[in-house]
């Protein structure tokens, strides 16, 4: 078998699936496994390690709106090129467990977490990032109850675009960013609502080496008080148009 799209299409009822030995080293495909699977409450792929040949694992976990806890940590990511909308309206999603994550191939993470509403923490430092162009907008998008995000050795030095990476993420507190977004050219609205900021620090934040816009950049981020963007060089920045929109109550900004 190298291709198990939608395997389980049309099984809504289905409410628990041990996958615990699962080999899937020759899958080219996983996109739409579980999508859809509202009634799913425990899946078991602990021993789950992914494929050795390029795959796909884009909407994966669609829309699994009651599966609350979900062990992935065996899964490499190596040899996978999407992983856009893998856990997309996995509203119930408290515990995820990804460790040791090398995705040095991904192309897409866009919406990888969307409407994760009852994530609050998520450990992403051992996740490595790609090393191959790659887009992360509306990551995070509606992450509404996330608290505490640990990217610390996450790679986002061929990420092109981060725009409203961390939308709505209202409950967030990222108190500095220490990321390499040398390549980026999108981060317009990548802050929009985040409304836990109120002293960050972004001093390590250097911009851009490319052509980028950063358009509403924080808007609506109407707690935040101060922010330290020392070291940022927008002289390759084209459009900044209303980058501070609805901060109203910003008072230092160095």
């Known amino acids: 078998t190298t291709d198990i799209t939608q395997i389980f299409k049309g099984c809504n009822n289905i409410q ?25 409450i425990s899946l078991d792929l602990s021993n789950f390690k992914g494929s050795l040949i390029e795959n796909r694992m884009d909407y994966m976990f669609n829309n699994c709106k009651k599966l609350k806890s979900i062990n992935l940590s065996h899964l490499d990511l190596y040899f996978t090129i999407n ?10 999603l408290s515990n995820l467990t990804l460790i040791n994550l090398v995705s040095s191939s991904v192309k897409d993470y866009s919406y990888m977490f969307n409407e994760c509403t009852s994530l609050i923490s998520l450990d992403l430092s051992h996740f490595k990032g790609s090393r191959v162009d790659n887009t992360m907008e509306y990551m995070f998008n509606n992450c509404t109850n996330l608290k505490i995000l640990n990217f610390a050795n996450f790679d986002t030095s061929f990420t092109k675009s981060m725009k409203y990476m961390f939308n709505n993420c209202n409950s967030l507190n990222l108190t500095f960013l220490n990321l390499n977004l040398s390549s980026v050219t999108d981060f317009s ?14 001093s390590k934040f250097t911009g851009s080496k490319v052509s980028n816009i950063m358009k509403n950049m924080f808007n609506n981020c109407e707690n935040l008080v101060s922010l330290d963007l020392s070291n940022l060089d927008i002289s390759f920045t084209t459009d900044i148009t209303q980058i501070f929109k609805g901060c109203n109550n910003i008072q230092y900004i160095n």
């Open 16 to 40: 628990y699936i041990n996958l615990s030995n699962l080999k899937a080293d020759r899958i080219s495909s996983f996109s739409y496994m579980f999508d859809n699977m509202d009634n799913l």
């Open 83 to 92: 992983v856009s909308h893998l856990f997309n309206g996995c509203s119930s």
């Open 189 to 202: 609205y990548m802050f929009n609502n985040c409304l836990s900021f109120i002293s960050v620090d972004f």
